[in-house]
């Protein structure tokens, strides 16, 4: 009967351990019972597998870590900088200290429908007895709600989940406020990349020009830094300018696009799908990872347009065509439209002609 009794007694008090390293860990409130500085952080951000940013009408960026990076909405690739700058900004957020209890009220008030709701998620356990983790799994470990910037600029109102009073949050030594680190516009956090391979790392390329079929080309790897050039009948091109072709290649390390098309209706985008394609660009890495870039005209009278018809010239006959920008589709996902600048993509949209030495 007292072994009994004693072992009641040990898990009792493994009992009241284990829940006082579970309040602990919480660090909402120190011994004092005051808030601690960092209630509002996430430390290790490097086991944060999702991230949940919300405005108060439902607006929504939703951000996964994958194996090879962060994507938005879980299937658009993020951009590394912006994920780098809110992580630092989860790791580093500061309680600067709590709101006066005589202005709570009309704090709330401009919370409650002036707010950014944040939701972290790590692979985190339940509990964790004497450093043993228990029942892991991917878990809601900090939802806070980051409010409008203080009358400085420098601060941020801001409001934790399970913590009663609203707050003021800062970085400290960043002179700023922080609501720009959490974007629920998934636009916001899309990588504008659409080409990042080195010329020492390209396999193949075809370029296939749809409104000018002899204007196609095909580009293979034959060594280091050189390549072989065939036509569209695949024949090939023993006299061609390398430079030109060298550095043409040499531009796909870094091609990036303009802007996220939006507000163009399902009906409209299908039409330039259907009808505006003029190239698409098949970059194979030595890999074997393919990157393919459909392009297409972006149709609208230009000033120059607008002119010939206006005068009855002739080029009022040519096709009304925007000749700064135009619209492209990466790898298939015609969900996502981007634009793109001709200028940025001057030697990519270069004819096989151009490659051609002249003829003395």
Request: charged letters at 25%; a neutral charge; proline letters at 4%.
């Amino acid at each position: 009967m007292k072994k009994k009794t004693i072992y009641l007694i040990l898990a009792a008090v493994l009992l009241i351990v284990s829940l006082l390293l579970i309040l602990s860990k919480t660090g909402v409130l120190n011994s004092k019972d005051q808030p601690k500085s960092d209630i509002f952080a996430v430390k290790d951000t490097n086991n944060i597998t999702k991230i949940f940013i919300a405005d108060m009408n439902g607006e929504y960026s939703l951000l996964v870590r994958h194996e090879d990076g962060w994507y938005v909405q879980d299937s658009v690739k993020a951009m590394p900088a912006k994920i780098n700058d809110l992580l630092s900004t989860i790791h580093n957020v500061t309680l600067e200290q709590t709101v006066a209890k005589t202005a709570q009220s009309n704090i709330n008030k401009m919370m409650s429908v002036n707010a950014i709701k944040v939701e972290i998620y790590q692979n985190a356990p339940k509990f964790t007895i004497f450093g043993i983790p228990f029942f892991k799994k991917e878990r809601n470990v900090k939802t806070y709600y980051m409010g409008p910037a203080t009358m400085n600029n420098l601060s941020n109102y801001a409001i934790l989940e399970g913590f009663k009073e609203p707050c003021i949050v800062h970085i400290p030594g960043f002179r700023g406020f922080l609501t720009p680190f959490y974007s629920f516009k998934p636009v916001d956090w899309y990588n504008c990349d659409l080409f990042d391979t080195k010329i020492t790392r390209i396999q193949s390329l075809l370029v296939e020009d749809f409104e000018n079929p002899e204007e196609s080309y095909y580009v293979e790897k034959s060594g280091p830094r050189f390549f072989s050039l065939y036509n569209v009948h695949n024949e090939l091109i023993a006299d061609y300018d390398t430079v030109k072709l060298l550095d043409m290649l040499a531009e796909y390390r870094d091609k990036n696009y303009e802007i996220f098309v939006t507000g163009l209706s399902e009906s409209a985008k299908d039409s330039i799908i259907r009808y505006n394609h003029f190239k698409t660009i098949t970059l194979t890495d030595v890999n074997g990872k393919k990157t393919t870039l459909d392009m297409y005209r972006k149709l609208e009278p230009d000033p120059y347009y607008l002119d010939a018809i206006i005068g009855g010239m002739e080029r009022a006959e040519e096709e009304p065509y925007n000749r700064d920008k135009f619209y492209a589709v990466l790898n298939g996902n015609t969900k996502n439209l981007v634009q793109c600048q001709y200028f940025h993509f001057d030697r990519q949209n270069q004819p096989l002609s151009y490659f051609l030495k002249q003829q003395q």
